[in-house]
């Protein structure tokens, strides 16, 4: 029989091994750093083969393809764990005390266990791989569907609609538990060092305003991106309403305005052009955050422009 990989008389446990241990499996699960050396790896050495080839241009695909992979399988294994626990309620509702009934318990609650552990060690490759991605390419990974849960590597993000549907269920509770929405919108070209460091200072302002808040943006190239590595630094929960161009066409970045005004920020930012005086002397502002600005003053949300020092 395999020695276990972890052992609760080495020091202190991790979430990851306190919950491997409580499978009381004989089989060892691999080490979080193996895990994490497993993502890293596997985004290395495929920018590795693809750059400085004709296939780099394609690079950015690939990568976040490959990252979407383990987030879908992670998914999927959640899934698994929800039916377990579905299962489970029921077992629990329609217990008879029988050894029958004992059996199926035991069973599904295994079944749960070991598939919150085989998530959690996917979300160790997912976010090593997206952490890589990040620091060789300057680009950040987001899914296009579905969230992220919070981890010491990665900002959580909630899709827009379900931060919506939660919003709309605060308005009939007791107590509203949610963060404190501060929006974000930034032109494609505010992608300059004089940019991320006034966006640093900006969203470091909103943190110190309101230490529970969680920032909504779309998420688009540019300054928005640079917001995102702020959030995943910070561990701040992230709320992604990406403009769907299949859906609303030319209309897309302003449709996601009104989503992000209906989250009901407290604050609204905006950064409409790059502050690099060179390269904003040649450009026009841009549109979607002039308007995501006018929004926020229509409805009397308080709104902020990003600006140089």
């Known amino acids: 029989m395999p020695s276990p990989a972890f052992s609760p008389l080495t020091g202190h446990l991790t979430h990851f091994e306190a919950q491997a241990l409580s499978l009381d499996d004989p ?8 895990l994490m050396q497993l993502g890293h790896a596997v985004l290395t050495e495929t920018l590795d083969v693809f750059g400085d080839t004709a296939l780099e241009d394609f690079q950015t695909i690939i990568c976040e393809t490959l990252i979407g992979a383990f987030h879908s399988a992670a998914q999927r294994i959640e ?27 035991q069973d599904a609650t295994r079944k749960a266990r070991a598939a919150d552990v085989a998530c959690l060690a996917l979300e160790f490759v997912r976010d090593a791989a997206a952490a890589s991605y990040t620091t060789a390419t300057g680009e950040v990974w987001s899914p296009w569907k579905g969230h992220v849960k919070a981890s010491r590597l990665t900002a959580a993000q909630i899709e827009a609609k379900d931060a919506l549907r939660t919003a709309k269920a605060r308005k009939h509770a007791a107590t509203d538990p949610g963060a404190t929405i501060v929006a974000f919108r930034a032109a494609p070209q505010a992608d300059t060092e004089d940019d991320a460091h006034r966006i640093f200072d900006a969203l470091n302002w909103a943190q110190a305003q309101w230490p529970d808040m969680a920032l909504a943006t779309t998420g688009a190239k540019g300054g928005e991106k640079i917001a995102i590595k702020w959030a995943k630094q910070k561990a701040v929960t992230l709320v992604l309403a990406k403009a769907d161009f299949d859906k609303n066409g030319r209309a897309a970045p302003f449709r996601a305005n009104d989503e992000l005004i209906a989250l009901e920020p407290v604050c609204v930012l905006t950064l409409a052009n790059t502050l690099n005086g060179t390269r904003a002397a040649s450009l026009q502002p841009f549109g979607p955050a002039l308007n995501l600005g006018q929004k926020a003053a229509e409805k009397g949300i308080r709104h902020l422009a990003v600006k140089a020092r």
């Open 27 to 34: 089989r060892p699960h691999p080490h979080e750093d193996a």
């Open 79 to 105: 899934r698994d764990a929800d039916r377990a626990r579905d299962e489970l309620n029921r077992l629990s509702r329609d217990f008879d005390g029988s050894e029958i009934a004992d059996s199926e318990m």
